[in-house]
């Protein structure tokens, strides 16, 4: 823990906006040094200017690699593009329209001038699905898009994912596809591209992603409830792309909701620092939400987003929420209020996440679709209805509307917290208050995650194990029920292990950037019992990794 974690930045924490834009122009990366090749992680290629991982030459080679991709599979109709408020995304979006364009393609940028500019990710989600709405998967008219951002990275970083027709995540074929041509395009010399002319990208259409995004708020969230109990909350964009969102749910929507905030402030100095003491937009972090503890004493409730609003962090008199308690707040919510959700269409939670919503999924006779890490697993359900619900233990989430039909396919953090002021609305009581009922009905978890060092050899060696390398047959004094390497609800590999018992489990898996390997735990049977599986579950990891 860093000693000022949740104090506020000071002016030599802040970067020099300047000299990074800078070094996006002027970098030419060696693709011949891994960390400046293109790389799609969970989230699309990230890295920052400062290091040559993120620079000009990148994003044009991704983009034109995206045009062909594209291509290839026969998709012609319009490319949505938006991004955050990162310092790098601004000139990396102009970078990829100039790609497109001159590739091409039918691109689809954000209309607005000011904070409306900005573009969330969900609301880049939910206009590709609502273009492609009635379309056949063949379909040659289908959009697809781009989301410029590194999600809650700090300021330096930069972000470009891609999401295909079915609006989320693009999976690892497609991703693996579009990096290899881009390192291709990158080794063989960027200032080969085509570029659009200035004048040809003043005349691209533009889109109205806000309007499309607030104007069909009421299909998936109880605004009249929200209304009539007159709820008044505040939700604090923390300088991301949400910012002109709230104002317009709040003016156009007529809900009782106060933008908290300095606006965008591309180096981010009014946050407080995270637990590492980087500047980081991370709403499901108690360090970063320090940010809006001068407010908590006049709003019952406050939510939170990060830069491009995927995230969400709920704020209520109790404290932050831990994001597993808010998904199970919100799943038994739903379950109980979403009454022409069909009875066949399961709930999605990622194998990390707690085993609270386990309980609550059994308790309404749903069945639990229990996924790797990543919310692309969710995308297919999402999209064709098998599922209503979709989350993660890094407060990443979407729902179904109103009629079981797809919302967004990609996380969306405004959507969560604007259910957090329904769930207030409807129930009279605040999330928080929700969950110790919970507790008092399925028992009390406590829950963890450490980080624990590994060498790559190992990381390798934890993502390639097989249930039959663990011979221990108890953890923590109770026998072992499950030994997973491939998750129960898609049978994909988790690259690394979970270990279950009736009253806990733990899961352990490399880190994609760092050498360490994460190893999340939990118990039922309280906090002494937690730091036993913890500390079993690290010999025991540490006896199949040799």
């Not at 799609?40 to 993120?54: D, K, Q």
């Not at 998709?75 to 601004?90: E, M, N, Q, R, Y």
């Not at 407010?295 to 990060?306: C, M, P, Q, S, V």
């Not at 009922?437 to 194990?465: H, N, T």
Request: aromatic content about 8%; glycine content about 10%; overall charge negative.
């Amino acid at each position: 823990m860093h000693e000022r974690a949740g104090t506020l930045a000071r002016p030599d924490d802040l970067i020099d906006v300047a000299a990074l834009l800078l070094a996006y122009a002027e970098t030419v990366p060696d693709p011949a040094i891994a960390a400046q090749r293109v790389v799609f992680g969970t989230s699309g290629h990230r890295g920052s200017a400062f290091t040559g991982a993120f620079t000009e030459p990148h994003i044009a080679a991704i983009s034109a690699a995206i045009a062909e991709y594209r291509a290839e599979q026969g998709i012609s109709g319009p490319l949505f593009i938006g991004a955050d408020t990162h310092p790098l995304s601004v000139p990396a979006e102009r970078t990829a329209v100039e790609v497109l364009l001159a590739a091409g393609v039918d691109v689809r940028a954000a209309a607005g001038d000011g904070d409306d500019w900005f573009v969330p990710t969900p609301a880049l989600s939910h206009a590709i699905l609502a273009h492609n709405r009635g379309l056949a998967a063949d379909d040659p008219s289908r959009a697809d898009g781009i989301v410029v951002t590194p999600s809650h990275n700090p300021p330096a970083d930069g972000g470009f994912k891609y999401n295909p027709p079915h609006g989320g995540p693009a999976d690892t074929d497609a991703t693996n596809w579009i990096a290899a041509r881009a390192n291709e395009l990158l080794a063989s010399g960027t200032p080969n591209i085509p570029r659009a002319t200035r004048e040809a990208v003043a005349a691209a259409p533009r889109f109205d992603f806000l309007g499309g995004y607030i104007e069909c708020l009421n299909e998936v969230i109880d605004l009249a409830a929200i209304r009539d109990a007159g709820v008044s909350f505040a939700a604090h964009p923390l300088g991301g792309a949400s910012v002109a969102y709230w104002a317009a749910i709040r003016d156009r929507l007529g809900i009782d909701v106060t933008v908290l905030g300095d606006g965008v402030d591309p180096r981010w100095g009014f946050m407080h620092l995270d637990w590492d003491g980087k500047i980081r937009m991370d709403p499901s972090s108690a360090h970063v939400m320090s940010t809006v503890s001068a407010f908590r004493d006049e709003y019952a409730l406050i939510t939170g987003n990060d830069a491009d609003a995927d995230r969400h962090g709920i704020v209520t008199a109790d404290g932050l929420m831990n994001p597993n308690h808010y998904l199970a707040v919100a799943i038994d919510y739903l379950l109980r209020h979403r009454p022409e959700w069909p009875e066949s269409a399961g709930v999605g939670k990622t194998l990390v996440s707690s085993g609270m919503i386990d309980r609550v999924v059994a308790s309404h006779r749903r069945e639990l679709l229990e996924v790797p890490v990543g919310f692309k697993w969710f995308v297919p359900g999402l999209a064709d209805g098998t599922v209503v619900f979709g989350g993660e233990e890094s407060a990443g989430a979407s729902f179904q509307r109103f009629d079981g039909s797809a919302w967004s396919t990609d996380k969306d953090g405004i959507l969560l917290a604007l259910l957090a002021a329904e769930i207030q609305a409807v129930t009279g009581q605040s999330p928080s208050e929700r969950y110790r009922e919970l507790v008092a009905e399925f028992g009390e978890p406590s829950y963890a995650r450490i980080d624990a060092a590994a060498s790559p050899e190992q990381k390798a060696r934890l993502g390639a194990l097989a249930p039959s390398d663990v011979t221990a047959t108890e953890l923590a004094g109770d026998p072992i029920t499950a030994i997973l390497t491939r998750a129960p609800g898609n049978d994909a590999a988790i690259g690394g292990l979970k270990v279950q018992t009736a009253h806990a489990w733990f899961a352990a898996r490399p880190s994609g950037t760092e050498d360490v390997m994460k190893i999340y735990a939990e118990s039922f049977r309280g906090p002494e019992h937690l730091a036993l599986v913890q500390e079993e579950a690290q010999a025991l990891v540490a006896r199949v990794l040799g």
